[in-house]
Nanobody, 125 residues
Framework: QVQLVESGGGLVQPGGSLRLSCAAS??????????MGWYRQGPGKERDLVAT???????NYADSVKGRFTISRDNAKNTVFLQMNSLKPEDTAVYYC?????????????????WGQGTQVTVSS
C-alpha cells in the first residue's frame, strides 16, 4: 500500500521558521508520483490549499503565503518539502500533504490520491 508520511511540525514563535517533509512510500509497490502539495486546516476552518508543485517543478501558492513559504521536491525520493519562514499566528493549523499519481503493482493499474496523516504547526509566543 502506498502512503504518505509527514514530519516537521511543532511550536514556533511568530517570525520563526519550520520545515515540513512528506515522503511517499510503498513496500513492494511500483508507483509514480505526479503533483504534490500541502494543505492546511485551522481551528474551525475548512482545509485550504497552501502550495502545490508538479513533477516538472512548477509551483503554485496561496496568496496568504506567497513570499514566505517555499515548496520543493525530490523526485528521486518521492518527497516534498515546505519551508515556512516569517510565520504568523494565523498560520497555525494542521498541515496535510497530498500527492497524486499512478500505481502499477501489486494492484492492477489505479490512480492514486494520497493524503498524509497531518502535522500540527502552532505559531505562538
Amino acid at each position: 500500500q502506498v502512503q504518505l508520511v509527514e514530519s516537521g511540525g511543532g511550536l514556533v514563535q511568530p517570525g520563526g521558521s519550520l520545515r515540513l517533509s512528506c515522503a511517499a512510500s510503498g513496500n513492494g509497490s511500483i508507483f509514480s508520483i505526479n503533483a504534490m502539495g500541502w494543505y492546511r486546516q485551522g481551528p474551525g476552518k475548512e482545509r485550504d490549499l497552501v502550495a502545490t508543485i508538479t513533477r516538472a517543478y512548477n509551483t503554485n501558492y496561496a496568496d496568504s503565503v506567497k513570499g514566505r513559504f517555499t515548496i520543493s521536491r525530490d523526485n528521486a525520493k518521492n518527497t516534498v518539502f515546505l519551508q515556512m519562514n516569517s510565520l504568523k499566528p494565523e498560520d497555525t493549523a494542521v498541515y496535510y500533504c497530498n500527492a497524486d499519481g499512478d500505481q502499477y503493482y501489486p494492484t492492477t493499474y489505479r490512480l492514486l490520491d494520497l493524503w498524509g496523516q497531518g502535522t500540527q504547526v502552532t505559531v505562538s509566543s
